[in-house]
């Protein structure tokens, strides 16, 4: 898929991998519908890189309605949907059972609803918008991209909600890319390690320091554009489909 053509819906893309993907889509050509919880956040990112490339949608991705109006919206602005990437996330660290009692479940199910629920919501409803384009040379309609975690493979403690809603990203990948294909439509997911984003950026840099030096090679925190970067191969290459790609520089996550 051509980049430069592309009219993308980013879910998180006012922030961390969301905001990194949006300014080098835009910077590549295309267009970008940021949808987003922080308006504040989400109307600058449009102020800087022009109304002409970019829309905001305030959208809660596990809402129905939320997510149809920001398509509609979308679809007003540049007549069509290219490929959807959704970023938008949140953790929750807590034990199973611990000092304070037992894990909260309405904690867990916020995490689920944001993560899983979200993703899948946004997912069904673009597709339907992506199933409308006329196919290209390759047959191709548009792209999903995903956003789960290495800890959808080595959870750590405290992360039973947080890697539940990313194993279950990775486990409807293949499924849903094979729901799709028929319509010319790829799906896959990136799954990335330790990276510097908003979950971390409260972290002293001592913290953050041994942190990156937990992986392997190279021995840091994995930048936003090195995510953007993959999100653009993936476009590019179409022969990528129904695959989970760590993006993790070999880190294998202990239990804490």
Known sequence: MDISK????????????????????????GKVVILDLNADRGLSLVDELGEANTLFAKTNV??????????????DKFGKITAA????????AQKTYGRKGPFELD???KVINVNLIGTFNVIRLAAEKIAQNEPDENGERGVIVNTASVAAFEGQIGQAAYSASKGGIVGMTLPIARDLAELGI????????????PLLG???????????????FPQRLGQPHEYAHLVESIFANTMLNGEVIRLDGAIRMQPK
Do not use: H, W
């Open 107 to 109: 904690g867990f199910k």
């Open 85 to 92: 990437v959704n970023c938008a996330g949140i953790g929750n």
């Open 6 to 29: 592309s009219v993308v819906i980013v879910t998180g893309g006012a922030s961390g991998l969301g905001e990194a993907t949006t300014r080098n889509i835009v910077s590549k050509g």
């Open 62 to 75: 596990y809402e129905e309605e939320d997510v149809k109006s920001a398509l509609a919206q979308a679809i």
């Open 186 to 197: 790829r799906v896959l997911t990136i799954a990335p390690g330790l990276f510097e984003t």
């Open 202 to 216: 409260n972290a002293p840099e001592k913290v953050r320091k041994a942190l990156g030096e937990m992986v392997p």
